[in-house]
């Protein structure tokens, strides 16, 4: 009887996933064919479709494997002492990707997808909840320590900045003067600000 | 010798962009082939590639005539005597195809191919010029009739409004309970204090 290791399976499927990421990037979701992904990662068809039935299959689990990242990260910051100084830290970490073409068209590439197809919204809208709360447990943090007015208008404050953070990435595509880094002052002004302001 | 009416073929070209807008909206950029426009347009392929060589030319020509339409709206909005009153149409005018997922679509998809195509980049930055100095030039005028601070720093501002557009169009794609038209109080609230916490 052939056994599995799960260990070495684990492998192989980080081993798809980072040649299809770097496929993608290169080519995007509609100009990469499984056959590219495969050359990439150095396996047959059959044993790729192995691990992921299909093109989608492997989307969907990239999206998924960079909102586990995500998560991961998050909760490295909401576990820092200081809420603003992990907000800031959070902001600096979101204008370096988008100041990427590749990775900021993968990001417009993903939200395109997840308008249109169910199974890859699904995904997309997990990753979205986790990172929303994870600012608005940031901002609850910062309110209850002073240092921002905001707390019980923290999930609406998180929704607006997941929104800034949108139009930080699909800015670049449309504006070529713009810089995402240079936005990062502004957001780290608003973000103290911001919820003060807002407050209806 | 086989005269060419201008007035003919500009309702002919009108005919081809309405029938590609209708296509796209369904079926997207991607999933649109010419002959779907064709079939929608009530024309044979030869008659359309008369006026239009490819999809792509077909798209940037409907980019480009957005860009138009758009351009005339703002004209309207900046002689308006009332600026802030002008902004605050122009909230409104952004937020409903924001709310409206076939046209939230096509804009998301739109800027995902100006991402990797420099024809349609060069459109798409052209009417994003325009929306932006239109912008600047309400920021200006409501600053010089004392209803906000903008003056100087209108520019930017303008790109930060630019910015929250684009994420008030990529959001529902990601959230599926963002509702676009939610965002216009708060839009219209920040933009009469935003250029005055935004002056550095």
Redesign the interface.
């Not at 019980?152 to 699909?170: C, E, H, L, M, V």
């Given at each position: 009887m052939r056994t599995v290791d799960p260990v070495k399976q684990a492998a192989k499927r980080r081993r798809i996933l980072e040649a299809a990421a770097s496929c993608f990037a290169e080519m995007?979701f509609?100009g990469t064919r499984t056959a590219d992904i495969c050359k990439r990662a150095g396996m047959s068809p059959g044993n790729l479709f192995h691990y992921f039935p299909s093109k989608h299959a492997i989307i969907v689990a990239l999206i998924e494997s960079e909102g586990v990242q995500t998560a991961a990260y998050l909760e490295r910051l909401v576990a820092e002492e200081d809420a603003i100084g992990a907000l800031f830290t959070l902001i600096d970490a979101v204008v370096e990707p988008a100041a990427d073409?590749e990775y900021?068209?993968l990001a417009?590439?993903t939200?395109?997808a997840?308008?249109?197809d169910e199974g890859i919204?699904a995904v997309?809208?997990r990753n979205?909840?986790r990172l929303?709360a994870g600012i608005a447990d940031l901002l609850r943090r910062a309110a209850a320590a002073g240092r921002i007015d905001a707390g019980p208008a923290a999930d609406g404050a998180a929704?607006?900045i997941?929104?800034?953070?949108?139009?930080?990435?699909?800015?670049?595509?449309?504006?070529?003067n713009?810089a995402p880094r240079e936005?990062a002052p502004?957001l780290r002004?608003?973000l103290t600000?911001f919820p003060r302001?807002?407050q209806p």
């Amino acid at each position: 009887m052939r056994t599995v290791d799960p260990v070495k399976q684990a492998a192989k499927r980080r081993r798809i996933l980072e040649a299809a990421a770097s496929c993608f990037a290169e080519m995007r979701f509609q100009g990469t064919r499984t056959a590219d992904i495969c050359k990439r990662a150095g396996m047959s068809p059959g044993n790729l479709f192995h691990y992921f039935p299909s093109k989608h299959a492997i989307i969907v689990a990239l999206i998924e494997s960079e909102g586990v990242q995500t998560a991961a990260y998050l909760e490295r910051l909401v576990a820092e002492e200081d809420a603003i100084g992990a907000l800031f830290t959070l902001i600096d970490a979101v204008v370096e990707p988008a100041a990427d073409p590749e990775y900021a068209g993968l990001a417009l590439d993903t939200a395109a997808a997840a308008q249109r197809d169910e199974g890859i919204a699904a995904v997309v809208a997990r990753n979205d909840r986790r990172l929303r709360a994870g600012i608005a447990d940031l901002l609850r943090r910062a309110a209850a320590a002073g240092r921002i007015d905001a707390g019980p208008a923290a999930d609406g404050a998180a929704t607006r900045i997941a929104a800034r953070i949108d139009g930080i990435f699909a800015r670049p595509a449309t504006d070529p003067n713009f810089a995402p880094r240079e936005q990062a002052p502004m957001l780290r002004l608003l973000l103290t600000r911001f919820p003060r302001v807002e407050q209806p």
